[in-house]
């Protein structure tokens, strides 16, 4: 059986835990490219993530996120989540598919 490598690293932990932060810095350091999805989705809503949870809640937060994510089809990034993706099992499946998932604990 081969199994197929995993090119991308993900950053999940709580929010605060420097996801953002570390993740420029190591993709850098490892030459590959980066993505934030929270800044997917102030792009995507054209809206940041205050403004939506003013409009809604955070249950559709989540919702857009989890969407955002499943979305993605990238090779060689570093992405670092939301606070709040390790709620959609949609989610973390996809992003543990297609990289090695890293909890950030501080």
């Known amino acids: ?5 995993k090119s991308n690293l993900t950053l999940i932990g709580m929010p605060g835990a420097g996801k953002s932060t570390v993740g420029i810095i190591l993709a850098k350091k490892l030459g590959m490219d980066f993505i934030d999805t929270d800044v997917l989705i102030q792009v ?9 949870l003013d409009e809604s809640d955070h249950l559709h937060l989540r919702a857009i996120e989890e ?40």
């Open 1 to 5: 059986m081969i199994t197929a490598i």
């Open 67 to 106: 969407g955002e994510i499943l979305l993605l089809t990238v090779d060689n990034h570093v992405i670092a989540t939301g606070g709040s993706v390790v709620y959609s099992e949609w989610a973390m499946a996809h992003l543990q598919g297609m990289s090695r998932v890293i909890f950030l604990e501080v």
């Open 44 to 52: 995507h809503q054209r809206k940041t993530l205050q403004q939506i």
